[in-house]
């Protein structure tokens, strides 16, 4: 997601529109993100102020993820601000980004918010039963008929203690 700048330099108050629009093919660097189902798109402005670049950008976009208890594919739509100051190198300031060229590569900074609105667990619904832990069904389609009875192995010998087939 390159920003051409080119127009802005030496045109200090001068405003430029930024629409983008981008397809992510690989959801590798998202986390929990199958894929995505729409473009990313950005809308906002950038804006020369004393030669210092301010971006105020918008985005969107919908993904496919997985629900953290059946692993059924859940779609989120995500919003996401960008505000980021640019200037070219050299400048020294902390809130600032550098960059050189006429060009600005949103890349990170859309990443950096996508992965910023991620839930940190997604249910496709709110009543969602999760998968059978011995045959692995999903239980949101109905009981598999498992014994899903937990027992701790340190209480095994107290027991054989009441268990009335056996002799004490």
């Given at each position: 997601?390159?920003?051409?700048?080119?127009?802005?330099?030496?045109?200090?108050?001068a405003?430029?529109?930024?629409?983008?629009?981008?397809?992510?093919?690989?959801?590798k660097?998202?986390?929990d993100?199958?894929?995505f189902?729409e473009?990313?798109?950005?809308?906002?402005?950038?804006?020369?102020e004393?030669?210092?670049?301010v971006?105020?950008?918008k985005?969107?976009?919908?993904?496919?993820?997985?629900?953290?208890?059946c692993?059924?594919p859940?779609?989120?739509?995500?919003?996401?601000?960008i505000?980021e100051r640019?200037?070219?190198?050299?400048r020294?300031?902390?809130?600032?980004?550098t960059?050189?060229g006429?060009?600005?590569d949103?890349a990170?900074?859309v990443k950096?918010?996508?992965?910023?609105?991620?839930p940190?667990?997604?249910?496709c619904r709110?009543d969602?039963k999760?998968?059978?832990p011995?045959c692995?069904?999903?239980?949101?389609?109905g009981?598999c008929?498992c014994?899903?009875?937990?027992?701790?192995?340190?209480f095994?010998?107290?027991?054989?203690?009441?268990?009335d087939?056996?002799?004490?």
């Amino acid at each position: 997601m390159i920003i051409e700048m080119g127009y802005l330099f030496n045109r200090k108050g001068a405003t430029l529109p930024v629409e983008l629009v981008e397809q992510i093919d690989d959801a590798k660097d998202y986390p929990d993100v199958v894929e995505f189902v729409e473009p990313v798109k950005i809308e906002g402005t950038l804006k020369n102020e004393d030669d210092v670049f301010v971006l105020d950008a918008k985005g969107e976009t919908a993904v496919l993820m997985e629900c953290s208890c059946c692993l059924t594919p859940v779609r989120k739509e995500l919003c996401f601000e960008i505000k980021e100051r640019f200037a070219h190198t050299g400048r020294e300031d902390e809130e600032t980004e550098t960059f050189t060229g006429d060009q600005i590569d949103l890349a990170d900074f859309v990443k950096r918010g996508i992965i910023g609105e991620l839930p940190m667990k997604v249910l496709c619904r709110e009543d969602c039963k999760g998968l059978c832990p011995v045959c692995g069904k999903d239980l949101n389609d109905g009981d598999c008929g498992c014994d899903r009875t937990e027992r701790d192995p340190r209480f095994e010998s107290l027991r054989a203690l009441f268990n009335d087939d056996e002799e004490v």
